[in-house]
T-cell receptor, first 114, second 114 residues
Framework: GAVVSQHPSWVICKSGTSVKIECRSL??????MFWYRQFPKQSLMLMAT?????????EQGVEKDKFLINHASLTLSTLTVTSAHPEDSSFYIC??????????FGEGSRLTVL | AQSVTQPDIHITVSEGASLELRCNYS??????LFWYVQSPGQGLQLLLK??????LVQGIKGFEAEFKRSQSSFNLRKPSVHWSDAAEYFC????????????FGKGTRLSVIA
């Protein structure tokens, strides 16, 4: 079946640094990918829709300059958390629709900002 | 507006007992419904999905769910719970489209006692 891979699965960084998370569709092309954020013991909240070759669409309340999304190819979307602070610590999950429309999720990336 | 309600935040059942997790949705179009399970620190695993056809769908790990359009519900059931079923369960609704993300419920945490 279709697979979506995220890297890194976990990352620890110092406050003020930037962190990049990759989301890859391994055996299909994805013109659209979605980035979710999950706070501890809470549900997944959609952050943004990543569109290949164009700007991402951000949900209300999500800072575009804080969470930079790049979808440079049909198999790769990246989320960069810029100038990370402890409140950015969270579980970030991406997803993409496979060729038959079904949505597949990455394994998630846990970010801890010290 | 699309929304998913999981009325039970936390449920505790005895091992071997039956389980039902409730999910109600509000969706403007024909919904596609999903149940995911998430173990602590892990990503999402798809248990089952409903797109069309038979309203009783079978999933992995012995789970099933029934779509009831008149009640806008998609409750998850399992006849006999195992200790390994302890996890967080999310109901989600979406459309079969490459540009539409899923909307998640807040989740139900399942604890299993001996």
């Amino acid at each position: 079946g279709a697979v979506v891979s995220q890297h890194p699965s976990w990352v620890i960084c110092k406050s003020g640094t930037s962190v990049k998370i990759e989301c890859r569709s391994l055996d299909f092309q994805a013109t659209t990918m979605f980035w979710y954020r999950q706070f501890p013991k809470q549900s997944l909240m959609l952050m943004a829709t990543s569109n290949e070759g164009s700007k991402a669409t951000y949900e209300q309340g999500v800072e575009k300059d804080k969470f930079l999304i790049n979808h440079a190819s049909l198999t790769l979307s990246t989320l960069t958390v810029t100038s990370a602070h402890p409140e950015d610590s969270s579980f970030y999950i991406c997803s993409a629709n496979g060729n038959d429309g079904e949505l597949f999720f990455g394994e998630g990336s846990r970010l801890t900002v010290l | 507006a699309q929304s998913v309600t999981q009325p039970d935040i936390h449920i505790t059942v005895s091992e071997g007992a039956s389980l039902e997790l409730r999910c109600n949705y509000s969706y403007g179009a024909t919904p596609y419904l999903f149940w995911y399970v998430q173990s602590p620190g892990q990503g999402l695993q798809l248990l089952l999905k409903y797109f069309s056809g038979d309203t009783l769908v079978q999933g992995i790990k012995g789970f099933e769910a029934e779509f009831k359009r008149s009640q806008s519900s998609f409750n998850l059931r399992k006849p006999s719970v195992h200790w390994s079923d302890a996890a967080e369960y999310f109901c989600a609704v979406g459309r079969f489209s490459g540009n539409t993300p899923l909307v998640f419920g807040k989740g139900t945490r399942l604890s299993v006692i001996a």
